[in-house]
Every structure is written in structure tokens, then in C-alpha cells.
């Protein structure tokens, strides 16, 4: 059974005592190979298979080896520095603009934000505030993600070390929520893509290979239902993916497109921190194979 159907009760009694364990246990790398392996198990039901070609079996190892230390991870984890490395590998063009990168609250403070604009932190996940028409901006929320490191809730060694910064990007396309394609890769080769809809309503989820066939599974979140439009630049895209991750390993490439372009989004190396699920369970193995290979 996955968290999301069981008692609502006992699963915020059981992300609470996760939650101080995570803090209790030391900031090392067996403590975070022990709280990724409790994650772990409590997300698949079962234990890591050392050296199985199984997705989730991949990030755990990528999360809790000397892997995830990869400079270049570090590196393109960050959503400053990524554009350097998108400029190096593809072009600068396939970066979103850049109007301002912020590194202190005097800073942020000083700042005069467009009217509509993109904030975000370059060192965090997730988050992200979206000014559309010259409403406040929460410096509360901007104070909080100075504090953050995203390494202490995930246990993602790759950010540990990340400059808190805040940078402020335009709508891309000036498009409240521009399509966006999240391409899995393994050395060099984009083999499964994933396509969310409906993020703060009823988030849905689906999965696509390389040639746009549909396929009968999701991860952690319910299927979407019909078909997703065949992005008219998919085949670029799959090259662009495939040039990014060439030389990283398994890795997630996202991207913004209108069909005739596309923006990196970002470089995302433990897609989900390890923790999502295969929906049904079973088709772990037809997406493993996707992205790995017989």
C-alpha cells in the first residue's frame, strides 16, 4: 500500500517522526545513506537491489555513493550556474533570460522586481514565487529560502554545499504555465519522458517514449487522462537532452517549449529525492528498460 492510500492520520504521524529522525541523525554519509534507505523503503515497499538496472534502485545509488559528490552534479544542481553549462554544451540560447541573481536580503531589498517575474531560489527545490501582475512580493518567504538548505530535508549531497541565492527570471513565453517535458536520460540518450498537468488543483502525471507513444503507467500520482500533443520539436529536444547528460550518467533534463523552442528548465539529479513510486509497481521494470536498456 503507498502512503497516499492509507490513513491520512497515520501518515502525518509517520512523516512527523520521519521528520525528527531525519534531524537526530548526523549530517554524514551514512546518515544520509540510513534516512535514504529508510525513505527507501517506505516509498517502494521493499529493499534496494545492489546493481539492479531498476530506476528507483539507480537514484538510491546515486544519492547515497560518492556519485552524487560529482562536481559537475553540484554544479548544474545549482539554477545560476546550470545556465553556464547549457551555454557550454548547447548554446546560450537554450537558456531561460536571467534579470537578476540576488545573494542577500539587502540586496533582495533594494531590488526592484519587474511586475511580472519568476523568483526563485538557485540552492532550493520547489520552490518558486510567481508575480504576475505587481502584487507584493513576500520578503518573509525570500528570508526563509536564505536560511534553507536543501540538503538537510532531502539528504541530497549534491546541494549541501550551494550558495543561497535568489534569482529572478522572466514567464517563459509570458505563459503562466508554459508546457513543460521532463526527458530521463542515461549516458547521453533520453529514453523516457514524463509530463505533469494540473499541479496545484489535482496534480496528474504521465509517461511518453521517444517516439510519443503513451504509456500505461504514472509515478505517485494518478494517471492523466487522453493524450498529450506530440511537441512539434520533440526530436530536438531528445537531442538537446541526450547532449546535456552526456557524461553525467542517469539524469533528468527539463525543458519549456512552445513547439518551436525550447528553455532548459533545469538538471535534476535524484528526480523526486528517491521517494516516488511506480504506479502500478510492476511497470518499474518497462521504464527501467526505457531508460537503461535491455
Excluded at 546535456?244 to 519549456?256: N, T
Excluded at 523552442?261 to 533545469?266: C, L, M, R
Amino acid at each position: 500500500m503507498s502512503p497516499a492510500q492509507r490513513d491520512p492520520f497515520s501518515v502525518r504521524l509517520e512523516n512527523f517522526l520521519l521528520r525528527h529522525l531525519n534531524k537526530a541523525l548526523p549530517w554524514t554519509r551514512w546518515g544520509d545513506r540510513l534516512m535514504s534507505l529508510i525513505w527507501f523503503v517506505r516509498a517502494q515497499r521493499r529493499l534496494p537491489r545492489p546493481g539492479a538496472p531498476l530506476f528507483n534502485d539507480a537514484l538510491f545509488r546515486i544519492k547515497t555513493s560518492n556519485e552524487i559528490l560529482n562536481p559537475v552534479r553540484a554544479f548544474t544542481s545549482d539554477k545560476e550556474l546550470v545556465k553556464d553549462y547549457v551555454t557550454a554544451k548547447i548554446g546560450a540560447r537554450y537558456n531561460i533570460p536571467t534579470l537578476a541573481v540576488l545573494k542577500s536580503m539587502d540586496e533582495v531589498r533594494a531590488y526592484a522586481f519587474p511586475d511580472r517575474c519568476v523568483i526563485k531560489p538557485t540552492h532550493l527545490s520547489g520552490r518558486v514565487i510567481l508575480r504576475r501582475a505587481g502584487e507584493p512580493v513576500d520578503l518573509a518567504v525570500i528570508e526563509d529560502w536564505f536560511e534553507r538548505n536543501y540538503y538537510h530535508s532531502s539528504r541530497e549531497a549534491n546541494y549541501r554545499y550551494l550558495e543561497p541565492k535568489v534569482i529572478v527570471e522572466p514567464f517563459v513565453f509570458d505563459n503562466d504555465n508554459p508546457n513543460d517535458y521532463k526527458f530521463f536520460c542515461f549516458n547521453g540518450r533520453a529514453g523516457l519522458v514524463q509530463v505533469d498537468a494540473d499541479r496545484k488543483t489535482r496534480h496528474t502525471r504521465c509517461f511518453y517514449d521517444r517516439a510519443w507513444k503513451k504509456l500505461p503507467f504514472s509515478m505517485t500520482y494518478p494517471m492523466l487522462e487522453g493524450e498529450v500533443p506530440r511537441p512539434d520539436n520533440l526530436d530536438d529536444m531528445l537531442h538537446l537532452a541526450g547532449a546535456l547528460s552526456a557524461g553525467i550518467g542517469f539524469v533528468r533534463v527539463d525543458f519549456y517549449s512552445d513547439g518551436s523552442h525550447a528553455y532548459v528548465g533545469e538538471i535534476t539529479h535524484v528526480h523526486g529525492s528517491g521517494r516516488e513510486y511506480f504506479l502500478p509497481r510492476e511497470s518499474e521494470a518497462v521504464a527501467s528498460r526505457m531508460v537503461f536498456g535491455a
